[in-house]
C-alpha cells in the first residue's frame, strides 16, 4: 500500500485519474478489456470527472462494476448511486458494459447476479472512497473480513447515516435508507489494483484509524493496508491527523 498526500482535492483528483486511466489503458492493451469497480459519493466527483476527460481510453472496451447501493431508493433519489454513476461516468463516457446494484429489487436476486457476474474474470482495478466511520464500501464497523460472498446485504450504522445528511442527500436520518447492498471486503481485495479517493477534514479521523491503527474491523479501511497494490490519494485536509512520518508529499 502507498499513501500520497496532494495540496488539495482538486490535484489529487487530476493525479488519481492519471494512475487509473493507465490502469484501464494497460488492461484493455493486454487483454482487449478492462474490468473495473466505481464507487460514487461527495467524496469522488472531482476524480470521476477528470477521469472521463482521460484520453486514449476505449470506453467500450470497459465492463464495469457498482460498489453499493442503499436498498430502497428509487434511482431517481439525488442520494441513488446508481444515478450518480449513471450521471458521473457511464452517460459521459458511452460506457455500455456495466452492472447497477438494483436497490428497489429482490435485494438478495441482485447479490446473487451481480456477484455471479463479478466472478467471472479477475478486476483490473477498483475505486473506492473512506467513509467517516472508516468503512470501505458500505462494510461498516465491525466489518466482516472473512465472508467469500461477493456482495452482501448489510445494515447501516447511525454514523454511516449521518454522512450522507451531512453531504446533503438527506434532509434528516429518517430519510437515510437502513440497509444496503455493498461489495463484500474480501471481494474489494481480489482486485488487481485499488485507488481510494479520500479528500477532505472530515475523513481526517477515520484516515488516522485506518493507517495508523490496527488492521481491524473496526476500522474496515484499514484492511487496504494487506493489499499489494493500493494507492490511498489524501489531501493536506484529509492527511491532517497522521504522523508527519506517514505524510509523504506527492
Not at 461516468?89 to 458511452?94: A, S, V, Y
Not at 479477475?122 to 468503512?135: L, Y
Not at 434532509?171 to 474480501?186: E, F, K, L, N, Y
Request: include cysteine; glycine fraction near 4%.
Amino acid at each position: 500500500m502507498e499513501l500520497k498526500v496532494f495540496d488539495d482535492k482538486s490535484s489529487l483528483s487530476k493525479a488519481a485519474a492519471v494512475q487509473a486511466a493507465a490502469a484501464i489503458h494497460k488492461a484493455i492493451q493486454n487483454r482487449g478489456q478492462a474490468r473495473v469497480i466505481a464507487a460514487t459519493a461527495a467524496s469522488q466527483l472531482h476524480f470521476l470527472d477528470a477521469l472521463t476527460k482521460a484520453e486514449k481510453i476505449d470506453w467500450s472496451r470497459v465492463e464495469l462494476f457498482h460498489l453499493d447501493e442503499y436498498i430502497g431508493l428509487p434511482i431517481t433519489h439525488p442520494g441513488s448511486f446508481r444515478k450518480m454513476l449513471l450521471e458521473q461516468l457511464i452517460q459521459k463516457t458511452g460506457i455500455t458494459q456495466y452492472h447497477l446494484l438494483d436497490g428497489d429489487g429482490d435485494a438478495l436476486e441482485v447479490v446473487r447476479r451481480v456477484g455471479a457476474a463479478i466472478t467471472t474474470a479477475p478486476i483490473d482495478i477498483a475505486f473506492v472512497g473512506i467513509g467517516e466511520n472508516g468503512h470501505l464500501a458500505f462494510n461498516d464497523p465491525p466489518a466482516d473480513f472473512e465472508t467469500n460472498d461477493p456482495y452482501l446485504v448489510v445494515k447501516l450504522d447511525e454514523a454511516c447515516r449521518l454522512q450522507q445528511v451531512g453531504e446533503a442527500w438527506f434532509a434528516d436520518i429518517s430519510q437515510v435508507p437502513t440497509h444496503a447492498i455493498s461489495m463484500s471486503i474480501r471481494q474489494i481485495l481480489k482486485s488487481k489494483e485499488i485507488l481510494a479517493v479520500v479528500p477532505d477534514s472530515r475523513k481526517a479521523q477515520a484516515v488516522k484509524a485506518c493507517f495508523e491503527g490496527e488492521i481491524s474491523p473496526m476500522a474496515p479501511a484499514s484492511i487496504l493496508r494487506t493489499h499489494a497494490n493500493a494507492t490511498i490519494y489524501l489531501d493536506k485536509n484529509s492527511a491532517a491527523l497522521l504522523s508527519t512520518s506517514l505524510r509523504p508529499t506527492a
